[in-house]
């Protein structure tokens, strides 16, 4: 698979010895042989947990990575909004914001689909205080609504936290946690209750109830953290599991590290490289469409093999790297992309796809942690 990459970009390699002026980036990406989704027995566990959970909801944060915004977005949560739950307050939250620290234009693109959509969204670091801060002001906001209209809420207001693996859901739990703990005992730190960690799969079962908030005339504020649930396999392609590769949002082992890094200079050279030479010595000078060049610039190839090379290469990346896009739409002017008509057609996708059909069964009473 390797060498054949090699050859097919051999020609676009020798257009690329030029300035970057003149250099013609890869505009598609070439179709490999690789596993399209990485769905699990504990995810289908979760998606039936949540239709079990869904009277008790109040509202739903689906968190999704900035970096790959449709990538990241799973449509099993529309077709879960659908499905009777139309009630639920949904706020979609993209994380790690801090890896795209110059992203205007991403915002204002964002604005204009979920406006499309009538859809609330909030981009934030999950580590950072300032921006927890402000959606836990959105979400006291939402639920002092509910208590003006007098509508009940006997188990306080419930809140469950999805997404796909790795995007950013324990930490946020935690973050969420501890800026109202400490706002109660300010010397103290507050300790983590949500397992995190930057591979897919860290919390495998939705169990805990997390009290975040007292503060409430009701019986308080509480979240659900919640496995990670990935893109059944016919919703998938090749450019989405790319960018959840890249993401972390799927197993590391599940695609070639070469493929994963060939992908991100398509990405790298189809998008504006700021302060990121660490990873593409000559770009200005002499852009290339040819990953193993990249390599050689970087590293002794005499030393090491090039999976090895790629491993170092992406880890580094995934660790420090930013301001790339993973999806290439958000690059797109207004006309030549439509939100709405993409989410459409995965709509149509997973039509008669249910959980029900599954043989999984839905565990027992939850466990409460107060703080
Ligand atoms: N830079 C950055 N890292 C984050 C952010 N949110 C989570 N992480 C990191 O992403 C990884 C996955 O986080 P985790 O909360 O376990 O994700 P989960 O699988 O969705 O619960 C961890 O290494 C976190 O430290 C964020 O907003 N910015
Ligand atoms: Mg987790």
Redesign the pocket.
């Known amino acids: 698979m390797l060498h054949s990459m090699k050859g097919r970009n051999s020609v676009l390699y020798f257009c690329s010895r030029r300035a970057l002026s003149s250099f013609i980036p890869r505009y598609e990406f070439p179709k490999y042989n690789i596993a399209l989704s990485d769905f699990k027995g504990h995810q289908v566990k979760a998606l039936k947990k949540f239709q079990y959970l869904a009277p008790q909801l109040n509202m739903v944060l689906e ?1 999704r990575d900035l970096r790959a915004p449709l990538s990241t977005r799973n449509v099993l949560f529309d077709r879960f909004f659908m499905d009777g739950n139309e009630k639920i307050k949904r706020l979609i939250v993209y ?5 795209m620290p110059q992203s205007a234009a991403l915002f204002e693109t964002l604005t204009r689909w979920h406006n499309e959509m009538k859809e609330d969204f909030i981009i ?4 950072s205080r300032n921006d927890v801060k402000n959606l836990m002001k959105v979400i006291e906001w939402q639920s002092n609504k509910l208590v003006e209209n007098d509508v009940p809420l006997p188990m306080g207001y419930r809140i469950l936290v999805t ?1 796909m ?8 739990v935690n973050s969420l946690r501890y800026i109202n703990y400490s706002k109660r005992n300010p010397n103290s730190k507050g300790a983590k209750v ?5 591979q ?1 799969g ?2 495998r079962s939705t169990s805990e109830i997390i009290r975040i908030s007292k503060d409430n005339a009701t019986q308080g504020i509480y979240l659900i ?1 919640s496995p ?1 649930i990935g893109l059944p396999g016919r919703v998938s392609n090749q450019s989405r599991i790319l960018a959840q590769a890249l993401c ?1 949002c799927v197993k590391e082992t599940l695609i070639d590290p070469v493929v994963q890094a060939d992908y991100l200079l398509f990405l790298m050279n189809l998008q504006k490289m700021k302060n990121n030479i660490e990873w593409y010595p000559d770009y200005k000078t002499n852009p290339t469409n040819d990953i193993y060049t990249v390599f050689n610039r970087c590293y002794d190839m005499h030393k090491l093999s090039e999976t090895t090379a790629a491993i170092a290469w992406i880890n580094h990346w995934k660790r420090k790297g930013k301001n790339v896009l993973f999806d290439v739409e958000p690059l797109l002017v207004s006309g030549e992309f439509s939100y709405k008509d993409y989410l459409i057609k995965d709509l149509q996708k997973i039509e008669d796809f249910s959980v029900e059909n599954t043989k999984l069964n839905i565990p027992g009473a939850s466990k409460q942690v107060f703080v």
């Open positions: 968190l994380t790690k914001k801090d890896y934030l670091d999950g580590k997404g693996p790795n995007v950013g859901k324990s930490t946020l949500s397992r995190t960690g930057d897919a860290v919390t953290d990670g972390n």
